[in-house]
Every structure is written in structure tokens, then in C-alpha cells.
């Protein structure tokens, strides 16, 4: 039987090290039957129940691993790292110092180490929290349903804020954590369903988003819903997203296009509601906040994703849990059949596991996600030009347009491209003889007269200054202001217009150079466009 016994722990131990953890479980079972009570087994066994995040289990192998073998340094580590993980770190600490004094193993004093590390930099919630409590269900149900997610653990910064980090090192290109197709509400799936087939009939501005937001709603409402705890998870408070910012909010946007955006926003959140409501009546149950929440849901969790060589929309339980980071540690890819999170880089135990949101302005970031970046250089300002119904050749310049007579350009300190089109269309804008008229594309001509070049760089000069006329405070006052107690909406807002007016300024400062430039030099019109180079800026 000892024979059996070592020979079964071994094939525990080995199913551990492939992360075949209920395999592990089942030779662990067939150890203790050839040796009951052995410590060493009932260690090996918590441990295969830590890997399955079942960590009551785990404690209560460890508790009769200790009672068997009170020198049995794997006890003690199975016992604080499950105490640990259901956020019970001062007791987690106090098995570690029992430990140390019973055997002084240099791995408790390691493991240690890194809990009070961590303690030091992250609030857990207690065991008991409500939270807790809502997503220990959840990850059950990742469990039931396929989900492989042992490298990594949830933490709660507080009740609103968590992430994704590392229960263990990662190394570069390995899977951080896996989720099978049958956990993704894709915009197919919503399509097909019962509502899905209401809403292909509704005249929606946001199809992606209105479907997964409506099946989401009806979903969470169904008390034998197969996605209830997934659901039951996503946030309930979205406070800090524009859309719901108060007027004195609002207030601290004055002079920014960012009004407009939200409520636009608003507008078509509304539209999609109602059209909705007109198409499948029973759905007027539900009050348009509920709808616009879980339009929010989607909107700041929903990730892109190529599926069998179609391009999506889906939630992904987990997946959406992780942060944004410039430096992000992971990326995602659909390998069928499952969705896939890998790592980027060697990621340390306990560090935070994230992705990159993608280079966004922060207009586009806090409208959709509810946060922005401070030093973002991806800001962009929306500038229109627009043909002037007094100018001489109105009719003319109108037709060659195609009717159109205004034109807007996201203008970036990052992107030349946009910044030169402003001027090429500027430049049309300002032909004042019929001859010149005649060019082979009116929104992108190049310089071609001396004159010209200054009337539209003028021009550009006008519009550049205007929009920073229109904010009532500075940019110097909003940077003397950023220092003062401010709300966590009041502090984006401002973060916000800084960001717009820092455009605004650089291009302010770019055009006052260039005209100078231009004032005081002969310049080979066809060389001109050199001029205007952003490195110096």
C-alpha cells in the first residue's frame, strides 16, 4: 500500500505542475485511501483546491495536514494562502508566524514577505462583503462552465474599484486565463435570441450596443437566467460617466465640445430606447435608466474581437474586469474555440494584469469608460471651417463641396495629417479670383500663392484663438485650480479642458510661427508645406 501511496502523490504532484487540478484532486483521494490521514497528501490535496479557488476546502485539508504534521511547512502555506485569497490577510499572517516558529522554513518567511507587501498596497473587502460574496459566485460559475483562470486572482482596491493581478508569476506569451466561446454575449448571439428578433426591427443609431444592452437587461430580470452571475457582477453605480453629470458639472465644461458629445450621448441612448419600446412594448417595463446603465455596461466592457473570421462586438466575463494601462502586460485574441488573455511580458506574483484600451483621446475615454489619462497625447480638439454664405463665390465653391459647406478636423499635437487638410480646405475657402478656382480636389490644395497661404494661415489663426476665447478660465488658472480639493467628476472635467486647450495652445504657437516665418522670408511656395513640422513643438 506505501508503494500505492507514493505512487498516487506523485501523479498528484505531477497533475499539479500541468495544472490538472481536479485530476490532482482524484489522486490525492486514491494517496489518502492507501494512507488516511497522511499530512503530506491532505497538503498536496488543499493545494489541488486552491488551483479550483474552492478555498474553505483548501483550509480544512490544511487544518488536518497541521494536526497530523504540525512541522509540515506546506500546510501552513496552503492555510495562508487560502486565508489570503478570501481576504483574511491578518490571519493569513498569524498561520505564517505559527509556521515559522514550528519549522522557520525559508518559503514562509518568502510567502510573508509578499502578503505584507501586498497588505501595505491594496484594501481587500472583508469576507463577509456583499461583493465578495457576488463574485465568489461568479467565479464558480467560470469554473462550471470551462473557464481557466488559475494564474490569476481578483482584488479589491474598494467596493468600487478592483483588478486583475498574478496569484503567481507569468511568463511572457504563456495564457494569463482562458474563457470557452460559450461564455461570450457576442452581438450574434443577442441577434438570435428571442429580443434579437425584435430589435431587427427598430431603427437604432447604436445596434451593437442597444443589442447586447437590451439581452443583457432582459437577461438579468430571468431568474433561471444561465448568465445571472455573470450579470449580478457588473457595476450598479455609473456616477462618474458624463452622461450622468449634474449641471454644476456640466458647468465646469463651458466653452468645451465635449457638451455637445454628451448630449449626443444622451440623445441616443434615448432613441434607441424608445425605438425599442416600439418595436417589442413589453420592453417599456424596464425605465430607460435601467437601459441606459446597462448601455454603459456594454460601452465601457465591450471588446472587439475577430470570431472565425468575423468581426464582433462581446462581453467577456473576466476579460472586461481588466484596467487600461499604456504599459499593458496582456493582450486578447479569439483562438477557437476560446477567448484568450496572454501575457506580454514576465509578469511577478501579484502584480496587476492589464491591457491597453487602445491610443484614445480623452473625450473618448471618459465618455465611454468614465475615466481619462493625465498626461494623454492622443487629445484631440474638433475644429470646423466653414464657407461664409457672403463670400464672392459662394455658389461656385458650394457646388464644387457637393453641397456641403462646412468641414470638422481632429486635430491632434500627434497627427500632421489632420492639421494639413485644415489648412488645404482653409486654403480653397480663401481663393478670391475665379481662375484659381479650379483645382483638381477643393479640400486638399496644396500652397500655391503667397497671398493665399497668409489668408488661410490667418484664418486658421482666427478659428485657433477663438475656440480658446470661448473657455471662461486659462489654462494657467485651470492649472492653479487642478491643486484644489476638487470632487472625482469636478477633477476630470478640468483634467478635460486642459487637455483641449493644450491643443489649442500648440497650434496657436504653431501658426504664430509659421506666419512670422512667412512675413519675413521669400519662400518657395512648393516647398512650403516643411514648414510645418511638429518635432521643434
Known sequence: MKTHFAAYLQEAEHHLEDKNYYQALKSCSKALEAAPGNPLALATKGKAFLGIKKYSEALENAALAKE?????????????????FMGIVEDALSVLDQGIEA???????????????????????????????????????LQENGCVFDPVEFRYYSEDFRGVHASKPICRVDVAFSIPKSLLVTVEMTKRSQIGEYLSKAELLSPKHSHLAAFLLEEKHKRDSFWKSYISVLPEWYGEFPVYYTEQEKALLKGSPFL?????????????????????????????????????????????????????????????????SNTNTCTWSYENPEFVVEALCNIQRGSETTISYGNKCNSVFLLNYGFLEKDNLFNEFPVTAELSPSDAFFSVKKEALGGKISFTFMLSKTKENSFFDFLAFLRFLEIDTESNLVVPNCTKVSPFSYFNEQK?????????????????????????ILGEELTQNEYNCLLLRMGEKEVLHFYKELLESVISYLDTREINLERFESLYTFKDY
Open 260 to 324: 455637445k458629445v454628451i448630449s449626443s450621448k444622451l440623445q441616443e441612448i434615448q432613441n434607441d430606447y424608445e425605438s425599442i419600446c416600439k418595436v417589442y412594448s413589453d420592453f417599456s417595463k424596464y425605465s430607460l435608466k435601467e437601459f441606459s446603465d446597462m448601455r454603459l455596461a456594454v460601452s465601457s466592457r465591450v471588446i472587439g474581437v475577430l470570431i472565425e473570421g468575423v468581426e464582433s462586438d462581446a462581453m467577456v466575463p473576466l476579460a472586461d474586469m481588466l484596467n487600461h
Open 68 to 84: 497530523g504534521n504540525p512541522q509540515l511547512k506546506d500546510a501552513y502555506l496552503v492555510e495562508a494562502e487560502a486565508l489570503y
Open 456 to 480: 488661410a494661415l490667418q484664418r486658421a489663426y482666427s478659428i485657433i484663438v477663438q475656440l480658446i476665447e470661448e473657455y471662461p478660465t486659462t489654462l494657467t488658472e485651470d492649472k492653479v
Open 103 to 141: 519549522c522557520n522554513h525559508f518559503q514562509l518567511h518568502k510567502y510573508k514577505g509578499f502578503i505584507a507587501s501586498q497588505q501595505s498596497i491594496f484594501s481587500l473587502l472583508p469576507t463577509d462583503h456583499p461583493e465578495r460574496l457576488k463574485f465568489a459566485e461568479f467565479f464558480e460559475w
